[in-house]
């Protein structure tokens, strides 16, 4: 590890970043900023006044009103900032304008460095299309199969004996599920052929049908990389990322319970590949789609710091914005491959503004208490304060809440224990999921794929609640009216508050009021 | 102070006074031994035969929900000497307030006023976190009064419709 320690910052380190984004990332960026010595100055839309990056920065410049086209994407209006701020550089965080080759583009001409890669290589790994072309050459392996119409039974059998079943038939012409055919063995092929076919015919006018492997529940297993401004490119270990909830992410963990250390070099060494083959800078991750069987195929790469980069930060001991910020600013690496070493196992859950009782649909308003975990082996990322109101315009993550430990049981233990210490009340979480997700056996064994959450939430919650319990909440009810009466009066809106200070007072006499129209 | 509460739907009844040492609690008649200190505003610590208890009290603007550790309990208080204690609010009878569940924008109004409308007809479609979610009527009757217009934005606890 020693040569890990980084060396003095250069002389050409900035002097003052602006971070281009709000929430949990801004304040992430601001802090390490505080850490490197550089001012930072963040940007606010109209409902972000008192949103906790700005409370962070050094600085801080009003972009615009609340929709994010008219502040958080407005190239012209951030650039500006930068300028009247005399920044130097940008982080553009995850999400907004972190992929937009246009305002890297604009930054550069801005004589503003964008802490990211190039807009070049944005752009290439931007389009699919362009990506896989470009990659193929670079021996960057992609779902198997034929790209053009099948042309006898005999050649449908070799096909699919050579990529492994189950395959999959595809309508060339095709879409919503017309003429395609799963089909497990090849005994079942001939006659999935000439229905796929058929059906094909009859639907789009053309029989033509290809083959390609099928992927049932695929795990999505990442890689993240870093690769500075001199040509040296790093691997730093997987995340398993299969716990989505309609394409979102919902927990992480690294390493994954499935890669071996050989399978993981190998990931690895692909992402380096790609990251090369694109000409890529700083931090990026190359996403995979993994079948069962542990073959892994490049599904695209996100070219910028993740979500979930702290696991990754955990289990390797890195910072990676630090890394970020020193690549841009010219630095070398400062170690190599070999001096990487993963260390125990982190896991994290994204807590949304979200009600998991009800469909799981979003939650904004006034946070009136907010209890934190803290203790041993837990990270909290959080954008997030007790009489903060959550604004309804966007995303509805406010925190991440990082668990740490020598091996994957522990690191779940110490999450578990975290997300009970943890309370959000005012608004609904989805801190409860967790609970369920961590304590669920398929999760423990680490049987989780792409459709591992939908199976989950299928199943009736066990019933937590039970008289013993529900008695303790009948005497505490009383006695929060004896011990804590101001808000109860307030409550029913009998009380004027008159207390101008607290906003979460002024809620609830709003909430008052609206109770006393009843 | 006798109270009455419904924890989850179920009743009881909670006798409490203060002594010189702690309290006289009995729950549903039935005499509990009981200790508490409020840690801070909306958090109890319950210590009962021996059992240690952290509850944590929630408000939105329609309902109160108490956290006996992880589980979330619905409660309600009602002190029956009480003049200003909350009555059954949902009751069927006598118009009936649509409360905004969470601040947003309203898209649309699915209905006209005076319409009349069925118990979960659609009523206002409010924009909140690039979700759109459809405010539904609490009972079956006339739409007496629509309040916000599309596109007006709401907060949490704004009376958005009333039906009769």
Redesign the interface.
Known sequence: MQSIRMTKPAPSMFKKILIANRGEIAVRVIRACRELGIQSVAVYSDVDRASLHVRKADEAYHIGPPAAAESYLNIDRILDAARRSGADAIHPGYGFLSENSRFAHACAAAGIKFIGPTAAAMELMGSKTRARQHLEKANIPFVPGTSRGLTSLEEAVSVAEKIGYPVMLKAAAGGGGKGMRLVHGSDQLASALESAQSEAERAFGDGEVYLEKALINPRHIEMQILADEHGATVYLGERECSIQRRHQKVLEESPSPFVDSDMQCRMGEVAVRVAQAAGYTNAGTIEFLVDQHKNFYFLEMNTRLQVEHPITELTTGLDLVHLQIRIAAGEKLPFTQDDVRLRGHAIECRIYAEDPDNNFLPSPGTITLLLAPSGPGIRRDSGMYEGWTVPIEYDPLLAKLIGYGSDRKQAAARLVRALHEYFVGGIKTNISLFRRILNDEEFQQGRVDTGYLDRLLARTPDQVTDEKSAEVAAIAAGLFAVLDPTSVAQTNGSAGSTSPSAAVASSWKKAGRSEALH | ?T?D?T??G?A?R?E?N?TGEGWL?R?NGRA?D?D?V?AR????S?I?DGKA?E????????D?H??????R?S?Q?R?PRSL????G?DGAHGPR?L?AP????IVRVLVKENSEVDAGQGLLVV?????Q?EIKSPKKGVVRKIIPAAGASV?????LAVVE
């Open positions: 102070m109270y509460i924890i989850e179920k009881y909670l409490l203060r609690c729950l509990v009981i508490a409020l505003r909306d958090v109890l319950v009962l208890y509850v944590k009290r929630e408000r939105t603007p329609t109160m108490l956290w006996v550790g992880s589980v309990y409660a208080v002190d200003r204690s909350r009555t609010a307030k409360i969470m601040p947003g924008k924009e909140a976190m690039k979700m979610n907060s949490a606890g704004d009376v």
